[in-house]
């Protein structure tokens, strides 16, 4: 089992930067991807990034190209989330995921199985 804590999560004004991190415990074979989600209330569940964590390959939500980077330190078995230009439609529960497997639906909530508790981002005007 596969266990996420997210960290870093926070209140930030329009234009400003936050950056979160998702600590992964537990057994590695069950992983060799990971992702950021995000919950706005009253919509879906929507992918924001993914990391290869063994190859470093990262996949970005097309929106968010140029304003989100996803990196990971396998040291310390954390993959961090660097949100930049912040705007208030980015305020949200954000959501760490781990899996394994291939590319696949890769940034669709349905094909994660292991989730952390989530971290509130809140960007005002």
């Known amino acids: 089992q596969v266990q996420l804590a997210e960290s870093g999560g926070g209140s930030v004004q329009t234009g400003g930067s936050l950056r979160l991190s998702c600590v992964a415990e537990?057994?590695?074979?069950?992983?060799?991807?990971m992702a950021w989600f995000r919950q706005a209330p009253g919509k879906e569940r929507e992918g924001v990034a993914a990391?290869?964590?063994?190859?470093?390959?990262?996949f970005i939500a097309d929106s968010l190209k140029g304003r989100f980077t996803i990196s990971r330190d396998n040291a310390l078995n954390t993959v961090y989330l660097q949100m930049d230009s912040l705007k208030p439609e980015d305020s949200a529960i954000y959501y760490c995921?781990?899996?394994?497997?291939?590319?696949?639906?890769?940034?669709?909530?349905?094909?994660?199985?292991?989730w952390g508790q989530g971290t509130q981002v809140t960007v005002s005007s």
């Open positions: 995921a781990a899996r394994r497997g291939g590319t696949a639906n890769i940034l669709s909530a349905y094909e994660w199985p292991h």
């Open positions: 537990g057994y590695t074979y069950n992983r060799n991807f």
């Open positions: 990391i290869d964590i063994i190859g470093g390959h990262t």
